[in-house]
């Protein structure tokens, strides 16, 4: 039955209501087989063998924010908080640069030292320096306004998981000061404003039900995101979660594949907490449909600061060699590393 829901979805792009968690709760090993396969066809389709690359910037580790499973929550006294100034930022586009990314990603905690006017100065000023570079902000909820002044500064792409579509599970993993419903009026905005919009969620995260999960792809089916974020929840020692278990790299993996079926087009990383749950996790996970990797460009001190969860990889390496070890990791599956923006098909242009 699940050979032929497997079907069902790489034609239809969806299945009916239940069909989809049916499938996630029960998938066997030998069934999960011709699931990747059929991913990776669409996925060769419209990105052929190419893996686009994302240099991450985490530019600060200060949140006003308290999410439950993060490590970098405001009540997580024994997190070493740091700040990147701008010329820091600047230097690491720079480095970044000869190193083949065109794309930077400005990820950080909910800080408020990074008004909108610091960050539209940023955005102009790397632009400005890298005019081939797309910039991508993942810094969480602001108001229309703000997401409207960063786009127009030269950030073309904004990434902001909903982390669950379901209120009441999104009430078990945020304070009650946030709500679902503001942060879908955000990726709504972003969306209207005309970003290239990331959502996503934590597989495995506390309290999560593969109905839940059915939820968050009919919301993603609804939204149509350029990306979609996906890596297992992976416990962090200082939060009110440390005592719940990871998510599984086959649940992972699953979740990629029945994605890129139903979103073919969508660029889809191998994220950072796959490869942290499981050593071979990012090339299982091209191998299940994914076409994006995110090398860490973050400068080497402040690395191990900018701790989610617990064992995180990567925090000892220079960025050179992330971007080394990850040419050799695509390729040592048949994948080859692109140097390109690596836009969605829909908004590449031909030269
Ligand atoms: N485990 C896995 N992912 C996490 N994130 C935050 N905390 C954790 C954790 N403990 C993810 C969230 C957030 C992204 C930046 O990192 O999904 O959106
Ligand atoms: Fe950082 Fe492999 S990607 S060491």
């Excluded at 010329?87 to 586009?93: D, G, M, S």
């Excluded at 609804?222 to 416990?235: A, N, R």
Aim: a negative charge; charged letters at 30%; aromatic letters at 8%.
């Amino acid at each position: 039955v699940n050979e032929r829901r497997i079907e069902e979805l790489a034609r239809e792009r969806t299945l009916s209501a239940g069909e989809l968690a049916a499938l996630l709760a029960t998938l066997t090993d030998g069934e999960a087989e011709l699931l990747y396969a059929r991913a990776r066809e669409v996925r060769e389709r419209y990105y052929g063998k190419d893996v686009y690359l994302r240099g991450l910037i985490e530019f600060t580790s200060h949140c006003r924010n308290d999410c439950l499973y993060c490590g970098l929550r405001r009540s997580n006294a024994r997190a070493e908080r740091y700040r990147l100034s701008e010329e820091q930022i600047l230097a690491c586009c720079d480095q970044g640069y000869e190193l083949d990314f065109r794309t930077f990603v400005l990820q950080g905690g909910e800080d408020v030292a990074f008004t909108d006017d610091v960050v539209c100065d940023l955005v102009r000023k790397i632009r400005a320096r890298h005019p081939d570079c797309a910039v991508t902000l993942s810094i969480g909820e602001r108001p229309r306004e703000s997401y409207e002044r960063f786009f127009e500064a030269g950030a073309e792409r904004y990434l902001l998981r909903q982390e669950t579509s379901n209120p009441w599970h999104y009430g078990r993993l945020h304070p009650a000061e946030l709500s679902i419903a503001n942060r879908k009026r955000c990726l709504r905005d972003l969306k209207e404003i005309g970003y290239q919009v990331g959502c996503g969620i934590m597989v495995g995260s506390p309290y999560q039900t593969w109905d839940f999960v059915e939820e968050d792809l009919r919301y993603m089916a609804d939204l149509q995101p350029e990306m979609v974020g996906i890596g297992p929840f992976i416990p962090h020692k200082d939060t009110p979660f440390a005592n719940f278990s990871a998510g599984t790299l086959e649940d992972t993996l699953h979740l990629l594949a029945v994605i890129r079926l139903m979103l073919p087009e969508v660029l889809l990383p191998a994220t950072t907490a796959l490869g942290t749950i499981d050593p071979r996790g990012r090339e299982l996970g091209l191998l299940a449909g994914a076409n994006v990797a995110m090398p860490n460009l973050s400068p080497r001190d402040v690395r191990a600061k900018y701790l989610l969860y617990d064992g995180k990889i990567c925090t000892g390496d220079e960025a050179a060699e992330c971007r080394l070890c990850m040419a050799r990791r695509c390729a040592s599956v048949g994948y080859e590393v692109k140097v390109c923006r690596g836009d969605h098909v829909s908004r590449q242009r031909v030269a």
